[in-house]
């Protein structure tokens, strides 16, 4: 059974920093064969790409709105992809997902194959 685990969620001031864990366990592949991403789902708005990291952690690709502040990174040992979110804004404020996809990466929702339940992240100003 295939689990995607998101969490280090929670509530911050603007400007602070949080970091997301999203661990993945019972894929048919190794973990180092999926590209993993971040997205993002604000109430009353589409679910958005934030970043991606290809399978071996060798290129990563952000949205424009986090780039500068947000970084991916992941351990295959362990299974687990990070995101590191600094300077918050309230605008980021939004649910946060943790997909997997076999392969390249991609920056559309609809080509990842596994996700999360996701994680919550609110910014106060």
């Known amino acids: 059974q295939v689990q995607v685990v998101e969490s280090g969620g929670g509530s911050v001031q603007a400007g602070g920093s949080l970091r997301l864990s999203c661990a993945a366990s019972?894929?048919?592949?190794?973990?180092?064969?999926?590209?993993m991403g971040w997205f993002r789902q604000a109430p009353g708005k589409e679910r958005e790409f934030v970043g991606a990291?290809?399978?071996?952690?060798?290129?990563?690709y952000y949205a424009d709105s986090v780039k500068g502040r947000f970084t991916i990174s992941r351990d295959n040992a362990k299974s687990t992809v990070y995101l590191q979110m600094n300077s918050l804004k309230p605008e980021d404020t939004a649910l946060y997902y943790c997909?997997?996809?076999?392969?390249?990466?991609?920056?559309?929702?609809?080509?990842?194959?596994?996700w999360g339940q996701g994680t919550q992240v609110t910014v106060s100003s």
């Open positions: 990291i290809s399978s071996r952690g060798m290129a990563t």
């Open positions: 019972g894929l048919p592949f190794a973990f180092s064969s999926y590209a």
């Open positions: 997909a997997a996809r076999l392969t390249s990466v991609s920056r559309n929702a609809y080509d990842y194959n596994y």
